[in-house]
């Protein structure tokens, strides 16, 4: 985990295949005016599960409220922190909600064919068991606008907390709580707080468009050349767009 810099609390939430790592080309720009904190979300759940085991991990750091930033799987975590009236702002990148209206250009021709696989019940987690490291590098590769990944020693350390059948397991729970996602979403009704929603490849503008109906203070950026995983892949690009934002709440 990551716990630096003093200030208002920030909240960054991996996805998958990802740990805390994905933010530490962002954490140090971020914690010269507020407190960066970046768990691990290695093991998923609903959006309402994963914010309760986060709001315990922010009771024992002593964090009432915070801005949470939410990319891929951690963006349900990020809705369900504010659903618990945790979050004063929230920043989701690069994923569709569950169940919400919205994304039906993205989700036209299908989810992605990983999202069946991983839902299946023992199914991926058996295929998978001494096949991690290639498999996590598959996602990382194409989560870069290059294709060229994040160099071997990162996707290493990635590659060695989705190892073994337990850890897999673990991570396509994110996959697998979709249905409970999409029945604690549709208790939303209005987020009143300030949204950002950032896109790039492939997600694009889908969750923006997703939060149109449901955000009364939504702002929208487009990364235009900028793969999937936006901390690592562009994370200057990400800062000049976030910080600002970010600065309008102090």
């Keep these: 985990m990551i716990d630096t810099g003093t200030g208002p609390a920030i ?84 994923a569709v909600l569950p169940g919400v209206a919205g994304a039906e250009d993205f989700l036209r021709g299908g989810p992605p064919w990983w999202f069946g696989f991983h839902q299946v019940p023992g199914l991926a987690e058996g295929v998978l068991v001494g096949h991690e ?28 907390a989705y190892t073994g059948r337990t850890a897999l397991a673990g991570g396509f729970e994110h996959y697998r709580a979709m249905p409970r996602t999409a029945k604690e979403l549709a208790q939303l009704d209005r987020l009143e707080l300030p949204v950002l929603a950032i896109g790039a490849h492939p ?26 995983l936006i901390p690592l892949d562009a994370p200057d690009r990400l800062l000049d767009v976030l910080i600002p934002w970010l600065a309008e709440g102090l």
């Design 203 to 228: 997600v694009g503008p889908a969750l923006g468009a997703q939060l149109v109906a449901l955000a009364n203070d939504l702002t929208t950026v487009q990364l235009e050349d900028c793969g999937h």
């Design 133 to 160: 490291r290639e498999y996590v590098e598959w996602f990382l590769r194409a989560g870069t606008a290059d294709g060229e990944g994040i160099g071997a020693e990162l996707t290493d350390a990635f590659a060695t």
């Design 11 to 94: 909240v960054l939430l991996h996805g998958f295949p990802h740990t805390h790592r994905l933010w530490e080309r962002a954490a140090p720009r971020l914690a010269e005016t507020h407190r960066v904190v970046a768990p691990d979300l290695v093991e998923g759940g609903s959006a309402l599960e994963l914010a309760d085991r986060l709001a315990d991990v922010l009771d024992g750091l002593g964090i009432d409220r915070a801005t949470a930033v939410g990319i891929d799987a951690g963006v349900p975590a990020a809705v369900g922190l504010a659903l618990r009236g945790r979050v004063d702002r929230l920043v989701v990148m690069e």
